[in-house]
């Protein structure tokens, strides 16, 4: 995508069945998390996720905004994923294009599974996400991000959601595509995890496979999710945790 | 939200019994497993096929017969009775819309105000952008916060300045018995009024606000660390200076400021509804 | 109107300060807050810098595309800059079309960027009238704490300084090479506290501003744009006093926002 120039398909899987950044088949690119790196948001989260970095921020519970968005019985969640104009290879003209307005909804659906909206009645919870530097999976990357930030912001919910995409290269299954396995690959089917529940709140598929790839895919999926469950509930504990001051014990 | 059963409403933990240090208290995650519990979910946490879960960010009490979990962050959730500051956001015909930091603005009803407004001019009274303390009274289920400005230590402020902190920092600004508001206020010659709602006013001269603005912004960015105590102390007794003690009129110089005088006792330290037996009240003691 | 409301006590006690001399976060009136500078931060893009000047940051973005000249500057390329308040970055910005205060930033730090002749438009332009490379500068605020103009400029300016033109990826040249960049604008902003002026405003400080002033300046010691903001006035003597502080701070500046990486 957005690369200049057609390219060959090049080769994603070595004769050793190594990947191009020399990962195995189940294998994470390297995490990392910062729970509460803004100061104005009421909770924030950064996320490094291989070559991607996507910022979250949430506003809220507040007043609605456009008010008749506001519904009785619980707070609205409302999400807005967006991307930068620089954070792919062919400049991203600003604003949200409709890939980006479906993104924004699926993301949304899956924090209202979990978030306990019923306690804010009237309100809205804003969840903000801005992909600064993308390379496959930034829908992953910004639901990891926006639900440390939800927790960091103090909303009340069932758990915390990891997501991760599963895909397919050179008809093999394989965790967490990184760009050039995304373009050139057969599959993608990103999804995120309840850890607590074990079921599933966000899950899209484009490609193709066979029930029994789809069916080890989940599997894949779901065992990811639980490494960066932990990722995530780290990043909170690093932010939260009680230490002991330097020279606190004047 | 359909998952599992919950029970009671989160509060911001404020009760009646005495917690155990908080340096033994365990830090929960939402949706993390509360084990080992035969007690019953209370505030901040929620039951699923027999387990009890923490569905909030922030320190486990066992409040028997209930468990519950106070947030370590998070706005303000109003409780009947608190005390906070409230900034006029709108000005409508037979009430004003307050922000107290809250998921919704506050409505104050003039018949809440000491005032005898007539229908259209409440903007006579209070414009917005002016700042008043007042009290929760009534909580609905439709998420409308009810509040006043009827009884003692409520009412428009006139002077000083409004800093913000996060409402779970407020029994540490408070401290044990109010040890913690004492000893600022002795040092700076400050003011101090809280509120539930994590705004603080200040009053006094422009050194003992800004020296209480500081130690306020120590205590919220470090709140959660033991030791905190100390360091506070260490920065009030390090800035202390001759002459600092007692409150001087502040400069009424700008444009911005009204003719009317102060017309506010000073607010209690600790609003009754956050007393110092509040769980986290301790914290300063142990630190 | 979801933002928050300026508590009228604030801006007293901000006014209050500044007339003994003094601010909120006790700064000294022409300092400046702690300035951080992170060159390519952003490795998809051609140039990038993020920026921290205290609290607020902000993310800059240059990315080099073909395209064609406008028709009546057939021997120029094309510059083209663009802020982006995003609603993650403060309360008080709302999602929706770009607001007049995105405009305003991204306007005056394109100003400033034109006048200093910081990019050379002539040297973009691949083949007359018909090829030449498009300059976009985006830049994209992540925490909003105040004077979000200079810190957008110092981040535009360090993408900039810090940019390759990607030829051989566009298939125009053997090799890809440096972006060449002339003078760097600095952008300084003032803003009036009663009778006292501060540089480089929180957004508290904003927020009590009558009337605010940035004065973007190169390393000739030229004055390359200007823009009087919110409401307030200034007296030419305030100018001329601003401009030789703007002349200070820029150097100070420029100097970091030509650093290389960290």
Known sequence: ?250 | MSQGHRSGHRSRGRGESSPPPARDRVLVLPGEEIPGSALRPGAGTYRLGGKVYASVLGLLEPKPPFVTVIPLSGRYIPKAGDTVIGIVTDCQTTFWLLDIAAPRWAPLHVTGSPWKVEVGETDRYLRVGQAVVVRVESLEATGRIGVTMLGDGLGKLEEGTIVSVSPARIPRVVGRNGSMVRSITAHTGSQIAVGQNGRIWIGGSPEAIQRTREALRMIDEQGQHRGLTARVESYLSSTDRPGDRGPERVPVESAHRDAVPHELPPLPAEPDAGGPDGPGADDAAEY | MSGEVASELRTTHVLDLAASGKRLDGRALDEYRAVSIEPGFIATADGSALVRLGDTVVAAGVKLELGKPFPDTPNAGVLTTNAELVPLSSPTFEPGPPQPGAIEVSRVVDRAIRAAETIDLARLCVTPGEKTWVCYVDLHVLDHSGNLIDAAMLAGVSALAHAVVPAKRFGVAEADYALAVGHLPIECTFVRLGDAIVVDPTFDEEQAAQGRLTIATDELGRVVAMQKGLVGAFSPDDVRSMVSRALAHGDRLRAAARGGPA
Not at chain 1, 2 to 7: D, P, W
Not at chain 1, 149 to 159: F, R, T, V, Y
């Open chain 1, 1 to 250: 995508m957005g690369s200049v120039g057609a390219k060959e398909v090049p080769v994603l899987l070595s004769p050793e069945g190594l990947r191009i950044d020399g990962r195995k088949l189940d294998e994470l690119r390297p995490i990392r998390i910062r729970a509460g790196p803004l100061h104005q948001a009421d909770g924030s989260a950064f996320v490094e996720w291989g070559a991607n970095k996507v910022m979250a921020a949430v506003y809220g519970p507040r007043e609605v905004h456009p008010r008749h968005l506001q519904q009785n019985n619980k707070a609205v969640i409302q999400c807005r994923y967006n991307m930068a104009a620089f954070s792919v290879d062919e400049r991203k003209r600003p604003g949200l294009d409709r890939r980006s307005q479906e993104i924004s909804k699926v993301i949304a659906e899956a924090f209202e599974s979990v978030v306990f909206a019923e306690e804010y009645p009237r309100t809205s919870i804003d969840v903000y996400i801005e992909v600064l530097q993308a390379n496959a999976g930034t829908r992953c990357a910004g639901l990891v991000a926006a639900s440390v930030a939800l927790a960091d912001a103090g909303i009340p919910m069932a758990d915390l959601l990891p997501a991760v995409a599963v895909g397919k290269i050179d008809g093999k299954i394989a965790l967490d595509l990184k760009k050039e396995e995304d373009n050139f690959g057969e599959a993608d089917l990103p999804m995120a995890l309840v850890p607590q529940s074990g079921r599933l709140v966000l899950l899209q598929m484009e490609g193709h496979m066979t029930p029994e790839e789809l069916s080890r895919s989940l599997d894949l999926g779901v065992a990811g999710c639980k490494v960066i469950y932990e990722k995530m509930k780290q990043a909170l504990r690093d932010r939260y945790a009680t230490t002991e001051l330097p020279g606190g014990s004047a």
